[in-house]
């Protein structure tokens, strides 16, 4: 019979090993899946995560991965301090859906003047400050009532949904839009563009933020106190206790930056690739940083790499569906199993698997 006896010490060869083999089981049990869809597997991996970089269209592709990953990375970044202390903010979509109509109702306030210098930077700040408010509710709920950041977070992305219907219907609806639901195009609007830095190449000033967070938590994490206590607080909250750490004021701050991050995120988007608060607004991408998350090992290094890896299963789902046809569903649980198999074989990376006979059997082999 198998047993599983707990490690001493995480292992640190199966942590950097398992966000491999769970990316090589996806892709296994994936092509499954497609089989059993009536597609060819090895057509369909390779549609994935070959064309996307390697295909005659990989010019049009490839800028497309930093635009799909900076949202990712900038809001699992962001995730990250509140994992890392044991601080589960699962409601980032909410508040990357709260930055962007922060960030939209700013520079439409403000519509049509043209002053790009005052307007982008006034809805990066009311981005940044609506993911913040949206992630306070939660954190101050547990830090002054103790209830569980997991399901407010949760639950407060179904009444942002609601609230984004709300604006795009109602108060950021475009007066001029012949009556269709949604904002004024702000990406064709010169003051509040989200500009590509280098023409063609998809950098746009999210993909620079996300890079800058990238570098701010490693040296956080690293060197800075705040680093230490996040560590602390999440190997041993006994122990950070003891040593004066301050839980609320942690609770506060993670989930505040966490907040703040995934506003931006919003702001980015709604400046940029998607151009207007509408109802569909919202792509998914607050749940799927989680899983950008978990696969970077909550590492800022590992997250941006683990953001270009979700990227390319977006950019080569789209490919997918339109050249196999296959089904959006499909490409979405095929995400999903990313996730499964990571916490599935994790579990080597904090117990030992054991192999005991029955006690049984070893009487009868006496």
């Not at 940083?289 to 390319?312: D, E, K, N, S, Y």
């Amino acid at each position: 019979m198998l047993k599983l006896e707990k490690r001493q010490r995480p292992s640190e060869v199966w942590s950097y090993a398992t966000p491999v083999i769970a990316v090589l089981l996806t892709m296994v049990f994936g092509g499954l899946l497609f089989m059993a869809l009536g597609k060819d597997p090895f057509v369909a991996i390779r549609t994935i995560f070959w064309d996307p970089l390697f295909s005659e269209f990989a010019f049009f592709y490839r800028p497309q991965l930093l635009v799909k990953g900076a949202p990712l990375v900038l809001i699992a970044i962001g995730l990250s301090y509140g994992f890392r202390a044991g601080i589960w903010n699962i409601g980032a979509e909410g508040q990357y859906i709260v930055g962007a109509i922060f960030a939209a109702a700013a520079g439409l306030a403000l519509y049509p003047m043209e002053a790009r210098w005052l307007i982008f930077p006034l809805m990066v700040l009311a981005g940044a400050f609506g993911g913040f408010l949206w992630a306070m509710i939660p954190g101050i709920l547990k830090v002054r009532f103790g209830t569980n950041e997991i399901l407010v977070s949760l639950m407060l992305v179904y009444v942002a949904e609601q609230l984004l219907a709300s604006m795009a219907l109602g108060a950021l609806k475009n007066p001029e839009g012949f009556g269709f639901p949604g904002s004024r195009n702000l990406a064709q609007w010169s003051s509040s563009q989200n500009l590509e830095i280098v023409a063609g190449s998809g950098m746009h000033w999210g993909v620079v933020v996300a890079f800058l967070a990238v570098i701010g938590t490693y040296v956080t994490m690293s060197r800075h106190v705040l680093g230490f206590q996040i560590r602390l607080t999440g190997q041993s909250p006994r122990a950070a206790a003891f040593s004066g750490v301050n839980p609320a004021r942690l609770v506060l701050v993670s989930l505040g930056v966490s907040g703040a991050l995934a506003g931006l995120a919003g702001m980015f988007e709604v400046t940029g690739p998607a151009g207007q608060i509408s109802i569909d607004f919202n792509a998914g991408y607050g749940f799927t940083a989680i899983i950008v998350a978990f696969l970077g090992r909550l590492h800022p290094i590992g997250i941006m790499l683990a953001g270009g890896l979700m990227a390319l299963t977006y950019i080569g789902g789209e490919i997918a569906q339109s050249q196999l046809q296959m089904p959006a569903a499909a490409i979405q649980l095929f995400q999903g199993m990313l996730l499964f198999f990571l916490l599935a074989v994790d579990v080597v990376t904090h117990y030992r698997v054991r192999w005991r006979r029955p006690a049984s059997a070893r009487v009868a082999a006496e």
